[in-house]
């Protein structure tokens, strides 16, 4: 009795769960739609992808394919990323119209999530609008200032006469030195430590870190999270999505 009853619940959750993904599947793509309604024109969006083919077609061809959708449907078009909405400006005047002029309404960013809250929490151009965002920006005005970038001047000198120098002997490490330049110039002025060379142990650290905060952010698993959202409120994530992530350790830099 107890293997039938086993049995019976096990064929009713495979009975119970296409049918509800069904369900779910339908009423996103109809609230899609919906949001669609409101939104400046574009190609029709498929379930769960959205119009995923077309973002890829601008991998190769952007140019030719933006001026495609700008040909078909004007300067303004709507694009899906999965269910996320995304609308291409492709008049530089309407571009200045929404980003200047109502600057207010459209210059802020998209809700993060979860990867990115973690590890770009605090980083400007992370942040949406608001008080966070105005928080941050003073504090980097204060850091960064006119006045307080003088006192980084000395560093800059220096790091770009040693940068002219090695471009000098090995012109084929152009890519490399400016690396090198840029980071000693900035851990020379946070944490007194120069960067002599390109291998120099807390560039390799801070470009393995940088490596692994790409996997979270980016590709491919943050991707779902921004093109299927569902998967990320209240932080109740599958743990699959956190298999990248590591908290960084900053112990060299001491």
């Known amino acids: 009795m107890e293997n039938l009853l086993n049995l019976l619940s096990a064929y009713s959750l495979a009975i119970i769960a296409p049918i509800a993904l069904l369900a779910y599947i339908i009423f996103n793509y109809l609230t899609l739609l919906k949001v669609r309604s409101h939104l400046p024109p574009g190609p029709t969006p498929l379930p769960i992808i959205g119009n995923l083919i077309d973002f890829a077609k601008f991998k190769t061809k952007t140019a030719e394919e933006t001026a495609i959708l700008a040909e078909k449907w004007g300067d303004m078009v709507t694009l899906f990323l999965g269910s996320t909405p995304c609308v291409v400006v492709n008049s530089p005047a309407l571009a200045s119209e929404l980003m200047d002029k109502r600057g207010a309404n459209y210059s802020s960013r998209p809700p993060m999530n979860l990867f990115r809250t973690l590890v770009t929490q605090w980083r400007l151009l992370s942040l949406p609008s608001g008080d966070t965002f105005r928080t941050v920006r003073r504090i980097y005005h204060q850091i960064l200032g006119p006045k307080?970038?003088?006192?980084?001047?000395?560093?800059?000198?220096?790091?770009s006469k040693v940068m002219l120098g090695n471009l000098l002997r090995n012109p084929q490490t152009f890519l490399d030195e400016t690396i090198r330049f840029t980071t000693s110039v900035i851990f020379s002025a946070t944490y007194g430590v120069r960067l002599e060379r390109v291998d120099h142990p807390l560039l390799a650290e801070m470009t393995s870190i940088w490596k692994e905060t790409l996997k979270c952010t980016l590709l491919p698993k943050s991707a779902a999270l921004v093109m299927l959202p569902f998967l990320a409120p209240r932080r109740r994530i599958p743990l699959i999505f956190l298999t990248n992530y590591r908290q960084p350790s900053w112990h060299s830099l001491g």
């Open 148 to 159: 307080q970038s003088a006192l980084f001047q000395h560093h800059q000198d220096f790091e």
